[in-house]
Nanobody, 121 residues
Framework: QVQLIESGGGLVQAGGSVRVSCAAS????????MGWFRQVAGQEREFVAA????????YYSDSVNGRFTISRDNAKRRVYLQMSRLKPEDTAVYYC??????????????WGQGTQVTVSP
């Protein structure tokens, strides 16, 4: 029903910035909460950020709060994650997620394929 495609990942130096994007198709985009997870190699996926249907409320994990900013453009059916002051420990595959009514930030109905972000020292 819903397809999510991430883009914008790549290699960036520590202290730098990068913005990853997610394009959504299917469903009514404005009806979905959107979010981002990440997975470090060999570890479990972890919640990064989420944004409410109209973008009025945002939520962040403690590890990225103050450095990352999630935003959405409902007209373009896109959600973004602006990542600043990047650290090597931010290196991970970043996944776009969507849910009509997320009950817990750790469980979402729809997932993208992920985009790799690598932060070099």
């Amino acid at each position: 029903q819903v397809q999510l495609i991430e883009s914008g990942g790549g290699l960036v130096q520590a202290g730098g910035s990068v913005r990853v994007s997610c394009a959504a198709s299917g469903g009514t985009f404005s009806s979905f909460f959107m979010g981002w997870f990440r997975q470090v190699a060999g570890q479990e996926r972890e919640f990064v950020a989420a944004i409410a249907r109209t973008g009025g409320s945002t939520y962040y994990s403690d590890s990225v709060n103050g450095r990352f900013t999630i935003s959405r453009d409902n007209a373009k059916r896109r959600v973004y994650l602006q990542m600043s002051r990047l650290k090597p420990e931010d290196t991970a595959v970043y996944y776009c997620v969507a849910d009509l009514a997320p009950e817990i930030w750790s469980r979402w109905d729809y997932w993208g394929q992920g985009t790799q972000v690598t932060v070099s020292p």
